[in-house]
T-cell receptor
Framework: GEDVEQSLFLSVREGDSSVINCTYT??????LYWYKQEPGAGLQLLTY?????DMKQDQRLTVLLNKKDKHLSLRIADTQTGDSAIYFC????????????FGAGTRLFVKA | DAGVIQSPRHEVTEMGQEVTLRCKPI?????LFWYRQTMMRGLELLIY????????DSGMPEDRFSAKMPNASFSTLKIQPSEPRDSAVYFC??????????????FGEGSRLTVL
């Protein structure tokens, strides 16, 4: 299909790890991204992974990429209440230029 | 440095009226994107431009929607006539698209449109 798919909601307790999963469609995507959207704001890039990598770690964030299954995940260690937001998975597709296609977003709730 | 600037931030209008949303991309960015966000459909790409030229408008829902980019520092998204189902948050984003670039998108704060 054409869609980037991700689950819509995730609820975790403060201090636990959060794992947000995504499946994408274009095997030729050079970069895959995770964006974060806080209430009333636009999206901001959280992290990205180059398609020839399996894993990328950035402080509390770990991104895993399985190209065979077209599966991307974002793990947030020691989740804090400030991590509550919507997290979007995205892929960059070549089409004339490059267009970035987003999933529907996973709303992360962090309970104190 | 100024980010992507969108106006208006909020607009409430009546069905049938024309709506014009405006965007100023980050200086030096050569790609500009218009997205629409709703609870039902998530974040949809409407149209994008490279070097002021529309590359892909397949996401524009109907002929009522049109977008222009007359120069590198300004773009508009117009809805005429507007309908209640057009109510959404419309985001503009800009990017550089050069070889080796990550293609990070920089988003404006969005224009929240309500059509009564």
């Amino acid at each position: 299909g054409e869609d980037v798919e991700q689950s819509l909601f995730l609820s975790v307790r403060e201090g636990d790890s959060s794992v947000i999963n995504c499946t994408y469609t274009d095997s030729s995507s050079t970069y895959l991204y995770w964006y974060k959207q806080e209430p009333g704001a636009g999206l901001q890039l959280l992290t990205y992974i180059f398609s020839n990598m399996d894993m990328k770690q950035d402080q509390r964030l770990t991104v895993l990429l399985n190209k065979k299954d077209k599966h991307l995940s974002l793990r947030i260690a020691d989740t804090q209440t400030g991590d509550s937001a919507i997290y979007f998975c995205a892929e960059s597709r070549s089409h004339g230029g490059f267009k970035t296609i987003f999933g529907a977003g996973t709303r992360l709730f962090v309970k104190a | 440095d100024a980010g992507v600037i969108q106006s208006p931030r909020h607009e409430v209008t009546e069905m049938g009226q024309e709506v014009t949303l405006r965007c100023k991309p980050i200086s030096g960015h050569n790609s500009l994107f218009w997205y629409r966000q709703t609870m039902m459909r998530g974040l949809e790409l409407l149209i994008y431009f490279n070097n002021n030229v529309p590359i892909d408008d397949s996401g524009m829902p109907e002929d009522r929607f049109s977008a222009k980019m007359p120069n590198a520092s300004f773009s508009t998204l117009k809805i005429q006539p507007s309908e209640p189902r057009d109510s959404a948050v419309y985001f503009c984003a800009s990017s550089t698209r050069t070889s080796g670039d990550t293609g990070e998108l920089f988003f404006g704060e969005g224009s929240r449109l309500t059509v009564l």
